[in-house]
């Protein structure tokens, strides 16, 4: 086959996707670090272009704001790893014991995932919410005489909700490493004498960590830069890292410094993907 | 392993149960007749449903999404075919760089994605519009689409098309009469993925939005008011039903598009859940 007739085809399958994403997610993402380093916000976009520190300063000297990207982490490292948690005996479950109709029960866990994730949050303020259905069964039940927020409208409202929208999401990165063991090491280990706790905790658990490692990370990038959830669940005092870097680019209009604040978050997580990506390979569960 | 078999399946069906009840509890809702949520319920009523189709803003937002919807999830289908043609059946330099690229979408929060394109968009002069909306979901949606397409064209033989074309057909006609009838049920299922990827995004769209809201940044706008809650409850319910035929109809094609029980678990579904 003549080569140039080759490359012409290449070109014509891989251009169209390479610029799309050249100009839709390259150049943009570009762009926000450039801005990043651009003093002040006054004039027109890229008009009287100072390149400056500043904002970084601003943020590193700014500790509510680095106290905010903590929370953040934490709240998105408790979601994931409660999630997984949760996720792993039903994965367990779905792989080693269920015969018949396993697919039936894998639809049935991924059905209230599939379903909109604003819904789902959605649901939650109302079941939260002060004139929720927790509110509205208790003041019902008579045990408590007016509508409570204390606990609804907060940080642990906003990690309850996140922990109920990932659970069934983490199952499946989990599944697919657990299908891969292969059930002869399982035998083996069962010749040699090895209790059902000992082929679990020292043979099925190692073997599954790349598909719980590849599940936390897939939770954690959604959740630490979430800002959704917390305006529709947190109250005044569940806002989180992301809402800080919306409203710079909303009401309180600091794009430059919005724009570092967006950079960190974005060096931060693609460290993380690039650290874990060796042991847990994200994209090979998708193949 | 006979040991104690019951806790395992008791816990699978406890975990559902606490995934169900919220949707549940909505669902209830969008048919109680009184506007504020108290147990136990007044009474039953469909007025909800019937008042969804009179209110205006919501039919039109109805419509902007599945528009936006559209258009991103056809973009990034064909988009997204090209690109796992090139990467399966092609060897080039920087393919690592364009596969990374490809998937980065999945890595990068939607917070962060939504202000550098509302920077681009900005940029450029480009005024926030529906326009706006669907080219970052189309780019949001493509390594989805990309992965299921991929994991197709991967599963079949690479024989198939140089038998075509030795037997006379030119690459362009293999590519329409073999390649793209092969990896159909997958270009499908991107699609609908695609699709449900666009018409469920809030984070991004929030960002993007000009004038005219998409649904969920309609349905999002009404939370604020109590008196609207009944009503966007029930544009709730119907969503549901929506997205869960979507869903079904993707199992079916799971079939056709992957055989084996460990990718069918792991591959498509795990595509198919959104992030």
Redesign the interface.
Known sequence: MPAI??RG??W???L???L??SV??????L??CA?SFRLGIGGS??GGWITTLDNYRTLAASPSFLELLGVSAGIACVVALVATL?AY??A??????VRAR??V????????????????V??????LGS???VN??L??LGVIQEPISVFFYSRYAVVITLI?VW???VA??I??TL??IDRSLLEAAAGLGAT?GQRFWRVTVPLSLPGVLAGAV?VF??T?????TPL?VGGSTGAMY?NL??DF?GRSAN?PL??AL?VV??VG??VL?GATSRISR??R??? | MRDRAWPLPAYYFALLALLYLPLVILLVFAFNSGTILVFPLKGLTLRWFGQLFATEALMRSLRNSLLVAAGSSLVATVLATCGAIAFVRFRFKGKGLFITVALLPLYVPFVVLGVALLLLFSTLGIPRSLLTIGAAHSVVALPYAMLIVTARLVGFDPHLEEAAMSLGANYWHTLRRVILPLIAPAIVAAWLTAFTVSFDEFAIANLLVGREPTLPVYLYSQLRMTARLPLVVAMAAVVMVGTLSIFLALIWLRRVVVRTPASAAGATSALTARA
């Open positions: 007739e080759q085809r290449l014509a399958v891989l169209p996707p390479a799309w994403l839709l997610l390259v150049a943009p993402l762009l926000l801005f976009l890229f949760l005996p039903v367990y479950f779905l792989v080693f014991r396993a697919g029960y894998v639809a049935l866990l991924l059905i209230p995932f599939w379903i909109s994730y604003l819904l789902r959605m649901a939650w303020k109302v079941i004139g929720g259905a509205a069964f003041l019902w109920y659970t069934p999401f499946l990165p599944m697919a299908y891969r059902p897939m990038i959604p630490v830069g979430e800002y959704v529709l992301g870097i919306q680019f794009w919005g724009a967006a978050m974005l997580t693609l993907v994200v994209e569960f998708f193949q």
